[in-house]
């Protein structure tokens, strides 16, 4: 049987032409209909299409006659500032995200009891059957993302209640989902390395002792190749990402397709292939891409004038990729600052000096100085808002540290807001007003008669 549609070139390219043609839309139509592209407003906030009591992000304030007014920003799981759950933890000297895990499913915040055996139930769900491991070393492909989203469909197979969606039930696929993350990506991972880059297949069982940041690490590096303030940094960087509010692209995804009253593993599988965007889960690799040309072409790290200067150029699309973005910089809600970049910065902080790469950390401070003086000094007025450092900018710089492969990066954001995606899965299903999501799309193609094909050119 052939599969090869080379020898149909003419008819693809075609095809791609004619697609080309009839998909032109005139950008001035847009307005004229008063499109809100990408569900944004003129001044760049979100179209309001829903309620919710999970997440909540905060950047600016609004006056009753619309302007906006720039503060520090504040991120809420379940009405709690973030910053608050961090100190709380990180005070008792204890991990976070299992707490975190259990606030934004629950509602409210576990007792020491209720975190313990919290705690137990999801180190009981670690462990892979053998089906499922071996799909992930059957599968070939070297994107972690796609095993992912694969994997969670084999969990659908081995489910006998997929398609129950009672609230008791969602919770225990949520639970499930969410404690076999770490492990499908630890061992996807390796099984990539095996069969692409003839690497030892290394598998490493979960142990029961370990938070979730201390068994993924111990997973994906083996013991004794991770330091403490590795794991608590790793800990940190997943209770920032576990929840951004209903209106970002991989949570609203799961909030569409739950509406439908698809299955949870359908859904988590849709938000997947939206986080795997470049434009979304994938922004960290794209700093980490400019971090590294910035070290190469920059001769002083120290000289703020020579950053300056090159940030500038870049701007201005005359140099690294000529694409006039400074990636890393700029949030579409934060605006002084974002609060999570400010609490990885600490701990970020903390790590370079434990690592001996402060040289490193201070340049990427006079980058990220830098970068938002030249931005609003040559697009500010054009913006018409203020800028910060978002949690990209030092996400893939920690990860670096720690010794976390660039493979991992996007899956280790999977693994963090998989958390969130089962929070608003449930609360869709369960307490919003029960209607599938269905927006207007406004055709503006000209009617056209019917040609029989005798008569078509």
Request: proline share 2%; charged share 25%.
């Amino acid at each position: 049987m052939k599969t090869d549609i080379v020898e149909y070139e003419s008819l693809l390219n075609n095809l791609t032409n004619s697609i080309k043609e009839t998909s032109y839309i005139d950008n001035n139509l847009f307005n004229e209909y008063n499109v809100k592209r990408g569900l944004r407003n003129e001044n760049h906030s979100g179209v309001l299409v829903g309620l919710t009591n999970i997440g909540d992000v905060e950047g600016y304030e609004k006056q009753s006659d619309g302007t906006i007014v720039p503060i520090d920003g504040y991120l809420y799981y379940r009405g709690i500032k973030v910053k608050d759950l961090v100190k709380g933890f990180q005070e008792d000297n204890r991990h976070g995200f299992e707490e975190t895990i259990y606030l934004l499913l629950s509602g409210k915040l576990p007792t020491k009891d209720e975190l313990k055996q919290f705690s137990e139930m999801l180190t009981d769900q670690y462990h892979l059957n053998s089906k499922l491991k071996m799909s992930i070393m059957e599968f070939r492909g070297q994107d972690i993302m796609n095993i992912l989203a694969r994997s969670v469909m084999v969990m659908y197979a081995h489910d006998c209640n997929a398609e129950d969606t009672s609230g008791k039930n969602l919770v225990k696929q949520s639970i499930n989902l969410i404690a076999k993350f770490p492990t499908i990506i630890s061992y996807a991972y390796h099984s990539m390395q095996h069969y692409y880059f003839d690497k030892t297949l290394s598998i490493r069982y979960p142990k029961s002792k370990l938070s979730m940041a201390e068994n993924f690490l111990y997973m994906l590096k083996g013991e004794g190749n991770y330091s403490a303030l590795d794991a608590q940094v790793l800990d940190l960087a997943l209770v920032l990402h576990a929840e951004h509010g209903g209106g970002n692209n991989s949570t609203f995804t799961i909030r569409v397709t739950s509406s439908s009253g698809t299955d949870t593993y359908s859904a988590i599988t849709a938000a997947i292939g939206s986080l795997k965007g470049p434009l979304h889960g994938g922004a960290n690799l794209r700093v980490k891409e400019m971090h590294d040309h910035l070290k190469e072409v920059i001769k002083d790290w120290c000289n703020e004038k020579e950053i300056a200067n090159y940030l500038l150029r870049m701007l201005k699309k005359e140099a690294y990729n000529k694409t006039g973005k400074m990636y890393g910089i700029g949030h579409a809600i934060y605006t002084k600052s974002d609060p999570r970049a400010v609490l990885l910065k600490n701990m970020a902080r903390e790590l370079a000096t434990e690592k001996n790469r402060m040289d490193e950390f201070d340049f990427l401070d006079r980058v990220e100085r830098m970068g938002i003086k030249t931005f609003m000094e040559y697009k500010g007025n054009k913006v018409g808002k203020l800028v910060c450092a978002n949690i990209d900018f030092y996400s893939g710089f920690v990860y670096e540290m720690i010794g976390l492969p660039i493979e991992i990066y996007t899956p280790l954001f999977a693994m963090a807001r998989i958390a969130g995606w089962c929070a608003h899965r449930i609360e869709e299903l369960n307490f919003a007003k029960k209607r599938i999501i269905r927006p207007a799309y406004k055709n503006v193609n000209n009617k056209k008669d019917f040609i029989s094909i005798e008569n078509r050119e």
